[in-house]
């Protein structure tokens, strides 16, 4: 049962270059989220979707991109890689009728 | 939730000594409320969670949190750390919103166990 997968683990990125961070969940849940994690800061939400074709802004959605074709699918693109995007990416997802979410492994992410 | 305080960012304690981990939150409805854990380098699972009933509820690795209402807490609690429950615990506060539901999270208590 393998939940939540993000991929990569890590990656390093030189400023204005780009990349996509996948994430898929294998729980059919409608809910996906997009956080970043810096230190001494918790979780602040990116994006989020209620289901394939919807997709919203969270907290902090500067300088990213989302899209949700698939249930399972909901991959995070960074366009123009900035020193402040270097952080911890995690993707959770939440089923309809429970209130807690699952989250991914995590993408350490380093840009210079 | 307008806002998830943990009232400590790190907390040292010995092993086998008790812990009590922080958190205040700030909302004018009705909320549902979690701690999650994070090992290093891992993402983050859930410990417990208080959706209605019973103000004390138990979690995994037997870590407890009661739901005090009238000050807006959910304090985490064991009677007996190990080594192993040295991580990182957030506390989180989901409401209804237009959008459907809203979770915050707090920034993080970094609980280190000593032998």
């Known amino acids: 049962n393998a939940g939540v997968t993000q991929t990569p683990k890590f990656r390093i990125l030189k400023i204005g270059q780009s990349m996509t961070l996948q994430c898929t969940q294998d729980?059919?849940?409608?809910?996906m989220y997009w956080y970043r994690q810096d230190p001494g800061m918790g979780l602040k939400l990116i994006y989020y979707s209620v289901g394939a074709g919807i997709t919203d802004k969270g907290e902090v959605p500067n300088g990213y991109n989302v899209s949700r074709s698939t249930t399972e699918d909901f991959p995070l693109r960074l366009e123009l890689a900035a020193p402040s995007q270097t952080s911890v990416y995690f993707c959770?997802?939440?089923?309809?009728?429970?209130?807690?979410?699952?989250f991914g492994p995590g993408t350490r992410l380093t840009v210079t | 939730a307008q806002s998830v305080t943990q009232l400590d960012s790190q907390v040292p304690v010995f092993e086998e000594a008790p812990v009590e981990l922080r958190c205040n939150y700030s909302s004018s409805v009705s909320v549902y409320l979690f701690w999650y854990v994070q090992y290093p380098n891992q993402g983050l699972q859930l410990l417990l969670k208080?959706?209605?009933?019973?103000?004390l509820v138990k979690g995994i690795n037997g870590f407890e949190a009661e739901f005090n209402k009238s000050q807006t807490s959910f304090h985490l609690r064991k009677p007996s750390v190990h080594i192993s429950d040295t991580a990182e615990y957030f506390c989180a506060v989901s409401e209804r919103d237009t959008g459907g539901f809203k979770t915050i999270f707090g920034a993080g208590t970094r609980l280190f166990v000593k032998a």
């Open positions: 729980m059919n849940h409608n809910y």
């Open positions: 959770a997802s939440r089923g309809q009728e429970s209130y807690e979410q699952y």
């Open positions: 208080y959706l209605s009933g019973s103000t």
